[in-house]
C-alpha cells in the first residue's frame, strides 16, 4: 500500500523490513491492524547471507504467510557434503531438499506479501531519530505508533534505543562472503558445501546459486581475531581467488538471544533480538516466526486497550524458541569446540545416525529439545566406547 497522509498514529510501526519485519507488518495488517513498514534501504536490496532456505524456514514461511513458497527462483538441492580440513566427511544425496534463496529476490517477496495485506510502505526512507513514540524520517515525516517492533537486524537502532548497544561484542558472530562468478565456480558443477574447519567456532559454506555461488565463513567473532586470513585459506582451499577486496562482513547473533527483547511497547524481533540459530547460523526461519509472534503479542495488547502489556505476552510466545536456542548452545561445544571438534567429526563420518539428526535438524523435522535427549541417550555408550579404547584391548 502506498503512504497514507493522514496524521493519525500508526497502530504499529515495524521498524525494518526484512523476513522478521515483513513477517510482522504482514501478520499485523492481517489482522486489520494499521501498519507503518519503514527501513532504510529501498527494494530490492542485497543483505549478505547465505541464503539457505531450509525445511525449518519453509515451514515457517507456511504458517506465517498462509501459502507454500515458491522455489522456482531458488536452487532446490537434495545433495551436500560435509568436509573437514582436505577431507570429505560425507556426501549425503537423499537429503530432505533445501532452498538456496538471494535474498534481494526472497526479502522483496516478503516485503510485497506485506504491502498486499495492507502495511503502508515507508521503504527506501531513512531514520533521522527513534524515541517512545516513533520515528522521525530524515525528510522530516514523523511516525508514531502505539507499538513498535524492532526488525531491523544486528545493528538494530531499537535495540540501542532501549539497551544502549545493539549487541555484546563478546558473543556475537561474523560471517564474511564473496559470490563467485560462473567462470571462477560453475554452480552447476559444484555441491552444497559445509566445512567443519574453515573457521574456529564456526563453518565455511559453499553455497550454488542460479547465477553465481555464495561463499563464506562465519562463526564466533571473538575466538576468530582474523576472520579474513580464515577465508582467504579457505577460498584457496577451494581454489578460488582470495581477492579480500571482494570480501564482505557482517555481524550476526550466532546465538547471544537477547533474554529481554524489548519493553512495554516496544518488541524486537529477529536479528534485532539475536534469534539465531547457534550451530547452523540459520536466522531466516525464526526472524520470520518471531516477526509473526511480535504482531500477535502486538495485536492482543491492542485489543486489549493496553499497548504497554505487548512485551510481557510477546516474551511468553517467545518461551519455546528461546528453550530451543539454551539447549542447542549446550550442545554447540560437541560441535564446535576445537579439542572436541576431532572426535566429533570422526562420529560424524562414521555415524548414519548422526548424519541424519544434523539434516533433520536443517529440514525442521526435529528440533533442539529432542536431538538433546538423542544425544543424552547416546552419551553412556560413547563414554564406554572411549573408556574401552583408551584402557587398550583386555
Ligand atoms: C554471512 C551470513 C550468512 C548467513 N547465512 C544464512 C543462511 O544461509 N540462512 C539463514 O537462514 N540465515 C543466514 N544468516 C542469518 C540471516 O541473514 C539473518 O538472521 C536474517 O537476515 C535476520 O532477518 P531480520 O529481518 O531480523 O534482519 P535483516 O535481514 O538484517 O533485515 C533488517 C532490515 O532492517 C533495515 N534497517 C537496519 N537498520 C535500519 C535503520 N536504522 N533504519 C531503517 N531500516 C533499517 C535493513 O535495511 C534491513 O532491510 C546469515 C547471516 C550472515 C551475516
Known sequence: MTE??????????????????????????RAGLRVA??????????????????????????????????????????????????RRLARLSDIPPVNLTMRRDLDATLLDHALAAGAVDFT??????????????????RLEASVLIGADGVNSITARHLFGAPFD??????????????????????????????????????????HSTTVGVGGLHAPNPDMKAHFSAYLQSLDLPDDTRRFKGHYLPFGDFRKAPGRAHILLAGDAAGLVDPITGEGIALAMKSGQLAAEAA??????????TAYTRYHTALRDMHRSLRIARMLRPIIFAPRWQGAFTRTFERSGTVRMQYMRLLAGEVEYPELARAVLRRLPRYLMNRIRRSRGPI
Not at 526484512?18 to 504482514?26: N, Q, Y
Not at 527501513?39 to 542485497?46: I, L, N, Q, T, Y
Not at 531513512?126 to 530524515?138: P, Q, W
Not at 562468478?181 to 546459486?209: M, N, V
Open 124 to 141: 527506501g526512507r531513512a531514520i533521522a531519530t527513534l524515541d517512545d513514540a516513533g520515528v522521525s524520517l530524515r525528510d522530516g515525516t
Open 4 to 29: 497514507d497522509t493522514s496524521s493519525e498514529p500508526f497502530d504499529i510501526l515495524v521498524i525494518g523490513a526484512g523476513p522478521a519485519g515483513s513477517a510482522a507488518a504482514f501478520c499485523a495488517a
Open 37 to 86: 513498514l519503514v527501513d532504510k534501504a529501498r527494494f530490492p536490496r542485497d543483505k549478505l547471507c547465505g541464503g539457505l532456505f531450509t525445511g525449518r524456514s519453509r515451514a515457517y514461511y507456511r504458517e506465517v504467510f498462509g501459502q507454500e513458497f515458491e522455489t522456482d527462483r531458488a536452487v532446490n538441492l537434495s545433495e551436500i557434503e560435509f568436509w573437514y580440513q582436505d
Open 299 to 308: 495485536t492482543a495488547a491492542l485489543r486489549d486497550g493496553r499497548p504497554e
Open 169 to 210: 561484542k563478546e558473543t556475537i558472530g561474523f560471517g564474511l562472503e564473496i559470490e563467485a562468478t560462473p567462470e571462477e565456480q560453475p554452480p552447476k558443477d559444484h555441491p552444497l558445501r559445509i566445512d567443519f574447519a574453515a573457521a574456529t567456532w564456526g563453518y565455511g559454506w559453499s553455497f550454488p546459486k542460479q
